[in-house]
């Protein structure tokens, strides 16, 4: 079993729809966890760094860690069509994960249908 | 500021060839990374460095070498390039402090071994 699971898609909603992603882990060590947007041929882009458990809100954007169902979600509202992206969640036991690296879900492609 | 830069943007080795992506960062964060990304597998952890002269091993290490002389460059050596190396390579650079979290990632190289 992977470290950190994720379903890749394609998910595709229509334009205003409320977009749920997830991940669930099974490392209990990991502290840090964060949401990454990628555009096709570009590099990651941080969208959402949380860290333990709780929720963090910014504009459209939520996320939400629950350590103890080691399951993390992204909710985005309003979705509009420039929301189409990979969205990749990552995780890591140290300092954001700059001493130890991060570990990545496979990603899952979002379709926003204008 | 040109954040994470990386060189070159295209590569095409024969089997057998040794190459060294470039990476370069002018944020001065102290943490930096090598991942690749392969279709289906998300983003794998290659080397990474936690400050100049000190690295340590990633999730994907063998056929790779990395060095940190300065907090700048990062540069990743492959020694004998083989087709299973044929990914997109993404360096990183971040930061974790009481004032805040940074982790950004270059445009990638896209590698291609034949």
């Known amino acids: 079993q992977k470290e950190v699971e994720q379903d890749p898609g394609p998910l595709s909603v229509p334009e205003g729809a409320i977009v749920s992603l997830n991940c669930t882990y099974s490392?209990?060590?990991?502290?840090?966890f964060m949401w990454y947007r990628q555009y096709s041929r570009k590099g990651p882009e941080l969208l959402m760094y949380t860290y333990s458990s709780g929720n963090k809100e910014d504009g459209r954007f939520t996320a939400q860690v629950d350590k103890s169902s080691k399951y993390i979600s992204l909710f985005i509202r309003d979705s509009q069509p420039s929301d189409s992206a990979t969205y990749l969640c990552a995780m890591s036991a140290m300092s954001g994960g700059g001493a130890d690296g991060l570990t990545f879900g496979k990603g899952t492609h979002l379709i926003i249908q204008p | 500021n040109a954040g994470v830069t990386q060189t070159p943007k295209f590569q095409v080795l024969k089997t057998g060839q040794s190459m060294t992506l470039q990476c370069a960062q002018d944020?001065?964060?102290?943490?930096m990374s090598w991942y690749r990304q392969d279709p289906g597998m998300g983003l794998r952890l290659i080397h990474y460095s936690v400050g100049a002269g000190i690295t340590d091993q990633g999730e994907v290490p063998n056929g790779y070498n990395v060095s940190r002389s300065t907090t700048e460059d990062f540069p990743l050596r492959l020694l004998s390039a083989a087709p299973s190396q044929t990914s997109v390579y993404f360096c990183a650079s971040s930061y974790s402090s009481g004032s805040g979290y940074g982790y950004t990632f270059g445009s990638g190289t896209r590698l291609t071994v034949v």
């Open positions: 490392n209990s060590a990991f502290q840090y």
């Open positions: 944020m001065n964060h102290e943490y």
